[in-house]
Every structure is written in structure tokens, then in C-alpha cells.
């Protein structure tokens, strides 16, 4: 089912000088949008050097709720989904950067700010590509704190895809041990997949 492949985008590459925290969380809110397929998804994110949970809950264009949970590996590049039935459903994480890399040195670069006066604070857009994607992120510059990210490319099935992701409430702080283990079910097949390699 098209849901449970869903493959999730967080954090693009970043560039140096723009390197996102090691262990951080917050919320997101993104918007899905490739072939038929339309998600809205709100996320709660925990990352910690080079892994991510994701529990996210997508609406799709008919109402129809459902819920994962997303173990990201950006070591391996493999990603397990847990499904509300129990499964766990292993595949490649497409989207490349992410995690701890830093933003590309060749993206382009476009400096403003959010807030007014004594108040504003600096931002940058970066705009890269990389993997047949165009991606636009917006951070805060102090800490390249995530604000936005947009993405628009074609998928390996020759879908096109249009990602929007909103952060709020990210704070830099190291996740609970507990959320980031994979629960048993993923671990074997984890361990089958690294057996095949
Ligand atoms: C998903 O929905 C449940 C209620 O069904 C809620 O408790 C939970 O906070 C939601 N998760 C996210 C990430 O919004
Ligand atoms: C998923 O796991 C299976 C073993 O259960 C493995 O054969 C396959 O290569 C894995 N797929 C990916 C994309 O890692
Ligand atoms: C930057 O470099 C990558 C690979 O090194 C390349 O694919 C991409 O087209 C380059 N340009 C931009 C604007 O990202």
C-alpha cells in the first residue's frame, strides 16, 4: 500500500556553516503530494547522531487517517515503518543528506530575516540540488535550526513529488533512549537485510 512506502524527507543536506544539531526534536507539518497520492502529516521528530524516530499521523485526501512510526537509519540509508497493524516494512531512505551532514557548499544562498527591529532574526534559504530533486531550506542561522523545506523532483517510479515540511517546537536536546530504539520486530529485519548485503 502507497502509505506505508511513503518515504519521509527531514532534513535535507546541510553545508558547512550550516550544520544541523547532532540531537535535536521537535514537530512537523508536511504536505504530501505525488501521483494520486495526497498526505497531510503531522510528525513528532527525534534525531540523534544519524538516527530518527518519526511517530506521524497522515490524512489523506479522503479522510482516511493512519499512523506510523519511522525508524530512520541515515548510516545504512534504510528506513523501517511501523505500521498500525504491527508490520514493519523496510526500505531505502530516497531522499540523500540529512541528519548530521551539512548543507551543501554549492547550494545558493539567500540571506533575510523573521521578526522586525530590535527582534529580527537571521535566517538563510538555500537553494540545492542533488538526487533529481530541487530543494529550498529556510534555518534559523544561529544553530541551523530548520524552519522550512521544500522539495519538487520525480521519484524512481517516474511519479512526480512535491514535499513540503514545516518545523515548530524544535528544540536541541538528546531524545529518550527508549524512543529510539527499534522495537524487536524491525531489529531482525534489520539484521536479515545487513546479512544480504
Ligand atoms: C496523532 O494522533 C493522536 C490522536 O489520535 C495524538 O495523540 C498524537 O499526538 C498525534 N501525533 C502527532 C504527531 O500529531
Ligand atoms: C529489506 O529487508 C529485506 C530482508 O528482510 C532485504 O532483503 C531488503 O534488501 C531490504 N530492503 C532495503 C531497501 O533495505
Ligand atoms: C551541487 O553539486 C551536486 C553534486 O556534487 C550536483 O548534483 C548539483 O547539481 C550541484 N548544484 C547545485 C545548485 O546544487
Known amino acids: 500500500m502507497m502509505i506505508s512506502c511513503l518515504v519521509l524527507v527531514l532534513l535535507p543536506v546541510f553545508i558547512s556553516g550550516c550544520c544541523p544539531p547532532k540531537s535535536w526534536t521537535g514537530k512537523n507539518f508536511a504536505n504530501y503530494a505525488s501521483g494520486q497520492v495526497h498526505l497531510e502529516i503531522l510528525q513528532d521528530v527525534y534525531y ?9 499521523n497522515l490524512t489523506a485526501t479522503d479522510g482516511t487517517l493512519s499512523k506510523q512510526t519511522v525508524y530512520l537509519n541515515y548510516q545504512t540509508g534504510i528506513q523501517y515503518a511501523v505500521t ?60 541551523c535550526i530548520p524552519l522550512m523545506y521544500e522539495t519538487t523532483g520525480t521519484l524512481p517510479s517516474g511519479d512526480g513529488l512535491k514535499l513540503t515540511v514545516e518545523y515548530f517546537g524544535i528544540m536541541v536536546v538528546k531524545p529518550d533512549a527508549k524512543i529510539m530504539k527499534m522495537p524487536a520486530i524491525c531489529v531482525s529485519r534489520y539484521f536479515l537485510s545487513e546479512n544480504c548485503h
Do not use: W
Not at 540523534?48 to 506521524?56: F, L
Not at 548530521?100 to 545558493?108: I, L
Open 48 to 56: 540523534d547522531h544519524g538516527m530518527m524516530t518519526v511517530y506521524q
Open 84 to 143: 498500525g497493524d504491527g508490520r514493519c516494512d523496510n526500505s531505502s531512505i530516497i531522499f540523500t543528506g540529512v541528519g548530521e551532514d551539512c548543507v551543501p557548499e554549492n547550494s545558493t544562498v539567500s540571506k533575510s530575516y523573521i521578526g522586525v527591529g530590535a527582534n529580527k532574526i537571521p535566517t538563510t534559504m538555500y537553494r540545492m540540488i542533488g538526487n533529481g530533486f530541487l530543494t529550498y531550506l529556510s534555518v534559523i542561522d544561529d544553530g
